[in-house]
């Protein structure tokens, strides 16, 4: 019985040490389109919590028109840091019909938070300077959000 215990100990903390330990960027999540004005941005979606902690961190390249969406269970005050992450990103803080919140551009392999002005469900990371060049800003609407991604 001790050999069982201390066989499950050791499957316990190689199962936690795997999901935290990110040696490759995550380039498998589902997909979805969402819409800017007449932009269209092809999101990865980071839905559970491994997902979201490992967001786009060791990335090296994005496509212009790509992002990650991350999808929350209730609306809350999401705060990102960009430990570990090689891209300068800009975060949309997205309420749930949509609208930005607030932008943040956050620059790579820092760890200052960057959060909602208020509770937000969704963030959208696209890379720094998409919004700006697009003329999106604060109070635009984005489409095609799901309201039903977990």
């Not at 496509?63 to 990102?80: T, Y």
């Not at 960057?114 to 635009?140: T, Y």
Request: proline share 7%; hydrophobic share 45%; aromatic share 8%.
């Amino acid at each position: 019985m001790k050999l069982f215990a201390t066989g499950l100990l050791s499957l316990a903390l190689s199962i936690v040490n795997f999901g935290h330990a990110q040696n490759a960027p995550q380039l498998d999540l589902p997909r979805t389109k969402i819409t800017a004005g007449m932009y269209l941005i092809d999101a990865q979606v980071a839905a559970t919590p491994d997902q979201r902690s490992t967001g786009l961190m060791l990335r090296q390249h994005m496509p212009p028109s790509e992002g990650m969406l991350f999808v929350f269970d209730r609306p809350g005050e999401q705060c990102f840091w960009m430990k570990n992450t090689l891209l300068p990103l800009t975060a949309a803080f997205l309420a749930d019909d949509g609208t930005i919140v607030n932008l943040a551009d956050m620059k790579p392999q820092t760890t200052d938070s960057h959060c909602s002005r208020q509770p937000v469900r969704f963030v959208l990371e696209m890379n720094q300077g998409w919004f700006d060049k697009k003329g999106i800003k604060a109070g635009a609407r984005l489409g095609g959000i799901p309201l039903g991604a977990r």
